[in-house]
C-alpha cells in the first residue's frame, strides 16, 4: 500500500504542475475562442434540457491550449451512470500501469502417475473478466478446452481427486448494496463479482419453437449441469417475435422460462441470464469441458482457500494471463459492468491487499484525492455506475480526460472508448460528417440520468468534455446537438 501511495503523490505532483500550467477559469466562464453563436445554441440546448427540475453538467477543454470553454454546473456533483466507468478506468491505467496482467492459474497437489494425477487440481481466480468467448470466436469453452489440452500434454487422463476453486483474491459481497433491489439481479448487467469469472457470469438461454401446442424447446449456452430449466413456454403457430419471461430466485440456479414462441420463427429467442455463485458455476463447467475433452475428474468440485502454508504443497500446471488493456474495450465500449467492478476489485487488491467494493472504492477515492479532484459532495460506491448514489461531477470527469490525453497510455485509453457512427454504445449516434469516426466517448443511462463523456477530435481543435444530465429533457438528442455544435465549431 505504501508502493501505491507514493505512485499517488507523484501523481498528484504532475497534476498540480498540469494545472498550474493551465489558465484558471471560474464557474460557467466562457471561453472567449468558442464562437458566440456556437456558445449561445449550446446554453440554448441546456435551458430546453433542463426544464423546471433537470440538472446539468457540462464542462468544455480544449485539450492543446488548456482553456476551459465552456462550463455551467460543472463541479456539482450528479450521478453518472456509466461514465463512472471512465473514472474507474483511468485510475487503473495510473495505478496498475497499462502493462497489467491479470493470471489465472490451474494449480495441482500431488504427481502424474500411470496416466492420471494422483491428487486435486484447483482453479486459482486472478481476477479476470476476460474468461469467455469473447475474444476466441465466441466459444464460451475455448480457453477451457486449451487448458485442458495442455493438461492432456502433460500425460493426465484422469484425476483422481477433487477440482478445487479458490477465489479469495476478491471478498466482502458479490453485490453491491446500491444496485436495484427488484428482479434485475437476472440481467447480464447485475452479474455478481467473483475473482473467478466466467462468460461473464451468466448462462446464454435460447429457446426455439417446437411443433404448434407444444413447449418450445429450451437450452443452454455452454451446456451445462449446474443450472436447471423449468420449461413453460408454449410454440403457437405463425411467424411473429416470440414473448419470453424469466424467472431465478436470488439464491439459486433453477430457471424457469415462460411464454410463448412461434412456430415459423426459426430464430426463437436469445438471452443471458446471470447465475448465483459464479466461482462455483466456472468451476463446474470447465469440470465438464475437461470430462468432454477426456479428462475424468473422480472428485467433486470443492471451493478451497490456498493459503500461505498450502500453496507450497501445490504447483502450477496451467498459467493463463490477459491484459488490462484487453479488459478495457468490454468495459468503455460495450459498458460491461461485470468488467468494470472486477477492474475495481483489483485496485482494492493493489490497495488493501484484498479486492472488495469498500477497498475499491477507498483506492479509487484516494487516488481522486490525491489529483486534487475529490470534494465532500462526492461519493463512490461501485465501479461501473449501476450504484444510483455514486456522484462525481462534469469538470472531474473532464478533467481526467483531458489529463489521460498527455499520457504515454492515452492511444491505449482512447482505443477503448466507443466511436461515433461506428461501435458499441455509439454506433447508431452521431453519424453527422463533423462527428463520425471522430468522436471517441462513454455512454451513461440509469433511469432519469444520461451522461456522455470523452474527446471531439474533428479537426484543427481537440476537445475534452463531459455531459451529466440528471431529470433532464431530451436527454440523447440534446448530447448530440451539442456534440455536434462543438464538432463544427473545431474544423
Avoid at 501511495?5 to 484558471?24: E, H, K, W
Avoid at 474507474?88 to 494449480?107: H, I, K, P, Q, S
Avoid at 479532484?373 to 448514489?389: E, F, N, Q
Amino acid at each position: 500500500m505504501l508502493c501505491l501511495r507514493n505512485r499517488l503523490m507523484l501523481l498528484l505532483a504532475v497534476g498540480a504542475a498540469i494545472t498550474a500550467f493551465l489558465p484558471a477559469q471560474p464557474l460557467d466562464s466562457q471561453g472567449a475562442s468558442l464562437p458566440d453563436a456556437t456558445r449561445r445554441a449550446i446554453e440554448s440546448q441546456i435551458e430546453k434540457a433542463e426544464g423546471k427540475r433537470g440538472r446539468f453538467g457540462l464542462l468544455v477543454q480544449d485539450l492543446d491550449s488548456g482553456e476551459v470553454l465552456l462550463s455551467h454546473r460543472a463541479d456539482e456533483a450528479l450521478a453518472p451512470a456509466s461514465n463512472m466507468k471512465l473514472v474507474t478506468t483511468v485510475a487503473a491505467l495510473e495505478l496498475l500501469g497499462a502493462d497489467f496482467e491479470y493470471v489465472t492459474r490451474v494449480m495441482g497437489r500431488g504427481a502424474v502417475a500411470d496416466g492420471a494425477w494422483q491428487g486435486d487440481l484447483c482453479l486459482v481466480g486472478g481476477g479476470d473478466p476476460n474468461l469467455s468467448g469473447r475474444f476466441y470466436n465466441n466459444d464460451p469453452l475455448a480457453l477451457f478446452k486449451a487448458w485442458a489440452a495442455q493438461l492432456a500434454a502433460k500425460g493426465i487422463a484422469r484425476v483422481t481427486g477433487d477440482l478445487q476453486f479458490d477465489t479469495s483474491l476478491f471478498g466482502g459481497e458479490a453485490y453491491c448494496e446500491g444496485w436495484p433491489k427488484d428482479d434485475q439481479y437476472t440481467k447480464w448487467y447485475c452479474a455478481e463479482v467473483s475473482a473467478l469469472a466466467f462468460n461473464d457470469n451468466c448462462v446464454g438461454l435460447r429457446v426455439l419453437p417446437g411443433q404448434a401446442d407444444k413447449p418450445g424447446q429450451v437450452e443452454l449456452v455452454p451446456p451445462t449441469a449446474y443450472a436447471g430449466i423449468v420449461n413453460q413456454t408454449q410454440t403457437r403457430a405463425g411467424r411473429k417475435a416470440a414473448e419470453i419471461g424469466i424467472l431465478r430466485p436470488r439464491d439459486q440456479n433453477t430457471i424457469t422460462v415462460k411464454g410463448t414462441v412461434h412456430e415459423k420463427s426459426s430464430w426463437g429467442y436469445t438471452t443471458d441470464v446471470t447465475v448465483h455463485d459464479p466461482a462455483q458455476y466456472a468451476a463446474t463447467v470447465f469440470r465438464e469441458t475437461l470430462q468432454a475433452c477426456g479428462i475424468r475428474v473422480e472428485g467433486n468440485v470443492v471451493s478451497t482457500v490456498l493459503t500461505a502454508d498450502r500453496l507450497p504443497g501445490y504447483s502450477v500446471l496451467v498459467e493463463h494471463r490477459s491484459k488490462l488493456s484487453q479488459a478495457l474495450v468490454p468495459i468503455n465500449t460495450n459498458s460491461q459492468n461485470l468488467h468494470a467492478e472486477m477492474l475495481l476489485r483489483m485496485l482494492g487488491v493493489a490497495y488493501a491487499g484484498k479486492g472488495t467494493f469498500k477497498t475499491g472504492c477507498a483506492a479509487v477515492q484516494e487516488f481522486l484525492t490525491n489529483e486534487g479532484l475529490w470534494t465532500a459532495d462526492m461519493r463512490v460506491l461501485d465501479g461501473s455506475g449501476l450504484a444510483r448514489d455514486d456522484r462525481v461531477s462534469a469538470r472531474l470527469l473532464a478533467t481526467l480526460l483531458a489529463r489521460t490525453a498527455g499520457k504515454p497510455h492515452f492511444e491505449a485509453f482512447r482505443a477503448s472508448l466507443a466511436v461515433a457512427g461506428e461501435t458499441g454504445t455509439l454506433d447508431d449516434r452521431l453519424n453527422d460528417p463533423a462527428t463520425k469516426g471522430k468522436v471517441f466517448a462513454k455512454t451513461g443511462y440509469i433511469n432519469g440520468v444520461r451522461a456522455l463523456s470523452g474527446y471531439i477530435l474533428a479537426g484543427k481543435r481537440r476537445y475534452a468534455f463531459s455531459m451529466l444530465m440528471n431529470d433532464c429533457l431530451y436527454t440523447r438528442e440534446t448530447q448530440d446537438e451539442i456534440v455536434k455544435l462543438l464538432a463544427r465549431a473545431g474544423t
